[in-house]
């Protein structure tokens, strides 16, 4: 990509430009979580956290949002290229820089420092308020930003960042495991007793008493709603008293 008078720029620097961040991703729409805040440097492009796994093996730099504006940390930006004299702020305990210029209604005016493309009011002895301002800056007095750039093969993000795990269709997750059925006939292992296998077959004795316990009983009530239900039905109103005259 060509930036200020045919001066050309990185892939991944117009792509931190250019792409689309912070938007749902179209491939995993109906995922959770599937905003594309990562930028893959080597695809130069906005992927979301269930596209990291087809890119687990490229440069990767997590996009962040601060009032608004896109910004990225300050600690992997520096692994791409110099950023003195660029701005940070902090974030959760962590210093980020704004990729972009950020427009301003009025100029600075008063004494201290300032940016040297959007006269943005800064701390000293900062000159530059974005990532953008400080690359027009150098291909504008420099024609080159070669020096200010530096090699990087590997990037990734960082171990806070939550990169979930998609589940597959595992039928036996939720299915409760199977019991093995000894046959009396077999003979039990060394380690187990006759006390244990009296326990067991008393088990199943109280387990069959009362299975027809119970069985007794609903036949039993059955009969007697029945029974209920007939004299019920039998039974004829009396004759209304009346109350006496006065």
Known sequence: MRGVQGVRKPAWLEALYTQKFFAACSIHETAKKNEMNICCLDCCTSICPHCV???????????????????????????????????????????????KKRRQNRQFKGCGSYCTSCDRSLQEPFIHCSLGCKVDFVLKHYKDLTPFLRRCHSLQLGPDFFIPQDMG??????????????????????????????????????????????????????????????TSMSRRKGIPHRSPLC
């Open 53 to 99: 796994q087809h890119h687990r093996y490229h440069r990767l730099i997590q996009v962040r949002r601060y009032v608004y504006h896109n910004v990225v940390r300050l600690e992997d930006l520096e692994r791409l290229m110099d950023c003195s004299n660029v701005q940070a702020y902090t974030i959760n305990s962590a210093k980020v820089v704004f990729i």
């Open 169 to 230: 269709d595992d039928d036996t997750t939720n299915e409760t495991p199977r019991s093995t059925i000894v046959d009396c006939d077999e003979p039990m292992s060394s380690g187990s007793s006759g006390s244990e296998n009296m326990s067991m077959m008393s088990t199943e004795f109280v387990r069959k008493k009362r299975t027809g316990l119970y069985d007794v009983c609903g036949r039993s009530s059955t009969r007697v709603s029945e029974e209920d239900m007939a």
